[in-house]
């Protein structure tokens, strides 16, 4: 069983930069692929990225790459989403999710982002 | 933008069967690519339903089922039950290995 645990809301201006966390508990979590996934206020799930806790082995969906930052520390079982500028329209919830394979079988609690002037 | 292509809503009494289609291209599940289903609660984080097309995790009910055939998948609904109410997602790859979810459908159950 795998526990993933997000860092909490977070409130920000355009411009401003952000990073955010969801850490894993359980066994074997470096074998996992952990991704991350935006949801907009209202809409649908849209996959980000997703990164493979074990090596770094990272990837992006064409719609984010360049728009945001993928990382990991696998010491601590940990992984992260960044923004360098910030913008209005990255305002939703973000969830993070891990699985074996490609599938999401663990899912985080999901993070607010609201990015407002 | 999704690729994966599903109805806005459907509907069903208490007990009836209702299906949720989700179509792609051969970019991603013409192309062999695994499809997977998840449900969301609205105010809660998705919840994984079916997994390569047609398996149910531990503790996800006989009700739920999933096929796949061509460019296409679906995910079947058996015995409506009034806490099936939910959105639910397919999410598949394409050739890049870039992951894509549909376009998500509201179940409602009258």
């Known amino acids: 069983e795998v526990q993933l645990v997000q860092s909490g809301a977070e409130v920000k201006k355009p411009g401003e930069s952000l990073k955010i966390s969801c850490k894993g508990s359980?066994?074997?979590?470096?074998?996992?692929?952990i991704g991350w996934v935006r949801q907009m206020p209202g809409k649908g799930l849209e996959w980000m990225g997703i990164i493979f806790l074990g090596d770094s082995d990272t990837r992006y969906s064409p719609s984010f790459r360049g728009q945001v930052t993928i990382s990991a520390d696998k010491s601590i079982s940990t992984a992260y989403l960044q923004w360098s500028s910030l913008k209005a329209s990255d305002t939703a919830m973000y969830y993070c999710?891990?699985?074996?394979?490609?599938?999401?079988?663990?899912w985080g609690q999901g993070t607010l982002v609201t990015v407002s002037s | 933008q999704s690729v994966l292509t599903q109805p806005p809503s459907v509907s069903g009494a208490p007990g009836q069967r209702v299906t949720i289609s989700c179509t792609g291209s051969s970019s991603n599940i013409g192309a062999g690519s695994h499809v997977h289903w998840y449900q969301q609660i609205p105010g809660t984080a998705p919840k994984l339903l079916i997994y390569d097309n047609i398996n149910r995790p531990s503790g996800v009910p006989d009700r739920f089922s999933g096929s796949k055939s061509g460019t296409s998948a679906s995910l079947a609904i058996t015995g409506l039950q009034a806490e099936d109410e939910a959105d639910y997602y397919c999410q598949s790859y394409d050739s890049s290995l870039s992951g894509v979810f549909g376009t998500g459908t509201k179940v409602t159950v009258l």
């Open positions: 359980g066994h074997r979590l470096t074998s996992y692929w």
């Open positions: 999710a891990a699985g074996l394979e490609f599938e999401f079988d663990y």
